[in-house]
C-alpha cells in the first residue's frame, strides 16, 4: 500500500523511458487509436446526424439506437470481435467505433433539430438552399452540442481502448493488463493513472472547445451548459421508446 | 478465427442454465446495489445543493471528472483498498457513476417544483419537512427515475469490465469464452447484460407509472 513507492517503480523502469513499453509510445498507441476510432466515428455518423436532424425523421430510431448502445457490454463485444475477425487492431476497430458512433449520432441530430425556427426561416427566407442553411445556420448553431457528444464518445473510446488492452491493442492499457497478469502492482497502478490522466487532460479540452466554439448569439446560453459541463442535457419526464438522450456514455 | 467452431452451441446453453442464471444474479447485485446506494446519497446532496446553490457548481464539476474516469483504471486502482476479486472493489466506483448521474437529475426534480406550489403547501399548514416529504419528493420522481433508468443502464453494461479485476458477474463469459476460443459464452453474456438492461429499464418506467401517475401525459 505505498502509491509512491509503486510510482517511483513503475517511472524508474527503464523499460518504461525508452522503447515500445516506454510511457510516451504507449501513450501516443493510445492517443492515436482512439483518434482513429473517433475519427472513423465521425465520417460516419456526423453526416447521417445532421441530415435526420435537419429533416426530422428517424430521430425515434436515433434514440433507441443510443439507449441500446449504452447496454452493450463493451468487454463483450471486444472479445466477440477478435474472436470472428482474428487478433489484430483492425478486428478491434470496429467494436470501438460503434459504441463511438452513438453520441455522435445522437448529439448531430439533436444539435441541428434543436435550431430555432424561425432563424432557419430567416436564412431560407434570404435565399440559401438547404445544404447551405444545414451547413452555414444549423451547424455553427449546433457546434457546442455537437462537440458535448463527441467529449461523450471520446470518454467511451479512451475507456473501451484500454479493457481492449485484453485482447491485444496497445496503449495505455498494456500496463493495466500485464501489470494484472504478472501481480506488478507498480505497472499496474502507474498504467491506470496514467489513463486517468489522459481521460482528464482529454475532458479539459473538449471543455475548452467547447467554450470556444459557442456562436456569439447563443453564448450566454452555452457559457452557462458549458460551466456545468453538461450541454443541452436534460434528463426528460420520459417515455420507454425514447430514453434521455444526450446521456453520457459508459466511462 | 474460429476453426470450424460454431458461433453458438445450443447445447451448452442448455446445460449451463443454472450456472448462467447464478451469473446474472451476482451481475444483477454488484450492478444494481451500486445505484441504490447513489439514490440514497443523491437526494440528500441534491436537497442540498437546491438549498444552497453554490455547492452545485463545484460538486458538479467533480462528478463530470469522475464520470469521465475509465472504469477499468479506477477498479485498478482501488485493488490495494478492497481487494483482488471483492464486490467491493467494482461497486464502489459503479456507485460514483451513478451519482455522478442521478445528483443533477435529483437537483433539476427538486428545482422544478413550480413556486405556487410550494406556497400552497406552505399555506396548508405543512412545515418544511412534510412539504419535503409531501410535496417535494413526490413531484421531483418523474425526473429522479429519468436519471435511475440511464444510471443503471450504464451500471449494468460497466460492471462487466469488473471480470477484468476478478469480479465481474456476466462478465466472467467474456474472459471464458476469450481464453477458451469459444464464442458461445461470450454471446450468451451479451445477450444476458442487454436483457438485464432492458428488464431494469422497464422495471423503472411501470414504477414511474405508478408512483407518478401524473408524469404520463407530459411525457414526449
Known amino acids: 500500500m505505498n502509491w509512491l513507492g ?6 524508474a523502469d527503464p523499460a518504461h523511458r525508452s522503447g515500445p ?72 476497430l470496429l467494436p470501438l467505433t460503434a459504441l463511438a ?57 479512451i475507456a473501451t481502448a484500454t479493457v481492449a488492452a485484453y485482447v491485444g491493442l496497445g496503449g495505455l492499457g498494456r500496463y493495466v493488463i500485464d501489470g494484472l497478469a504478472t501481480r506488478n502492482y507498480p505497472t499496474t497502478v502507474g498504467g491506470a493513472l496514467l489513463v486517468v490522466l489522459l481521460a482528464v487532460a482529454v475532458q479539459l479540452l473538449f471543455a475548452l472547445l467547447i467554450r470556444l466554439a459557442a456562436p456569439p448569439g447563443t453564448r450566454t446560453r452555452a457559457r452557462r451548459a458549458g460551466r456545468t459541463g453538461r450541454t443541452e442535457e436534460p434528463v426528460p419526464v420520459d417515455d420507454p421508446a425514447s430514453p434521455p438522450a444526450l446521456v453520457k456514455e459508459t466511462p | 478465427m474460429l476453426d470450424g467452431e460454431p458461433l453458438v452451441r445450443w447445447r451448452w446453453l442448455g446445460d449451463h442454465f443454472g450456472y448462467l442464471a447464478d451469473l446474472t444474479a451476482d451481475h444483477a447485485v454488484i450492478a444494481l ?123 449494468i453494461s460497466l460492471a462487466a469490465v469488473g471480470a477484468l479485476v476478478g469480479r465481474g458477474g456476466l462478465g466472467y463469459l467474456f474472459v471464458d469464452g476469450f481464453q477458451r476460443t469459444f464464442p458461445t459464452p461470450i454471446l450468451a453474456g ?9 428488464a431494469t429499464d422497464l422495471l423503472l418506467v411501470a414504477a414511474r407509472r405508478v408512483l407518478a401517475p401524473w408524469a404520463r401525459g407530459v411525457a414526449r
Request: proline share 8%; net charge positive.
Open chain 2, 33 to 155: 446495489v451500486p445505484v441504490l446506494l447513489a439514490l440514497l446519497l443523491a437526494v440528500p446532496l441534491g436537497l442540498a445543493c437546491a438549498r444552497f446553490p453554490r455547492m452545485y457548481q463545484p460538486l458538479a464539476a467533480v462528478f463530470n471528472v469522475v464520470y469521465a474516469l475509465p472504469s477499468l483504471a479506477v477498479f485498478v486502482v482501488l485493488i490495494p483498498y478492497t481487494g483482488l476479486a471483492t464486490r467491493e472493489t467494482v461497486m464502489v466506483p459503479l456507485t460514483c457513476y451513478a451519482l455522478a448521474v442521478l445528483l443533477p437529475t435529483a437537483v433539476d426534480g427538486l428545482r422544478a417544483v413550480p413556486e405556487p406550489v410550494r406556497q400552497a403547501a406552505t399555506a396548508m399548514g405543512y412545515g418544511p419537512w412534510r412539504r419535503l416529504a409531501a410535496v417535494e419528493l413526490p413531484a421531483s420522481v418523474p425526473y429522479l427515475i429519468g436519471g435511475l433508468r440511464v444510471a443503471a443502464v450504464s451500471s
Open chain 1, 101 to 157: 458512433a452513438p453520441p455522435v449520432l445522437v448529439a448531430a441530430a439533436e444539435g441541428v433539430r434543436g435550431t430555432d425556427p424561425d432563424v432557419r426561416d430567416a436564412a431560407r427566407g434570404i435565399g440559401l438552399t438547404h445544404p447551405q442553411t444545414l451547413l452555414r445556420v444549423c451547424v455553427p448553431a449546433a457546434a457546442p452540442t455537437l462537440l458535448a457528444g463527441l467529449r461523450t464518445a471520446s470518454v467511451q473510446v
Open chain 2, 190 to 198: 451479451i445477450a444476458l447484460v442487454a436483457l438485464l438492461a432492458l
Open chain 1, 21 to 92: 513499453d516506454s510511457v510516451v509510445h504507449r501513450v501516443l498507441e493510445h492517443l492515436a487509436f482512439s483518434a482513429e476510432a473517433l475519427g472513423l466515428a465521425v465520417l460516419v455518423a456526423l453526416p447521417l446526424g445532421l441530415l435526420i436532424g435537419y429533416s426530422g425523421r428517424g430521430l425515434f430510431v436515433v434514440t433507441a439506437l443510443a439507449g441500446v448502445a449504452r447496454a452493450l457490454p463493451t468487454l463483450g463485444l471486444v472479445t466477440l470481435a477478435v474472436l470472428l475477425a482474428g487478433v489484430g487492431d483492425a478486428a478491434v
Open chain 1, 6 to 11: 509503486w510510482l517511483h517503480d513503475f517511472f
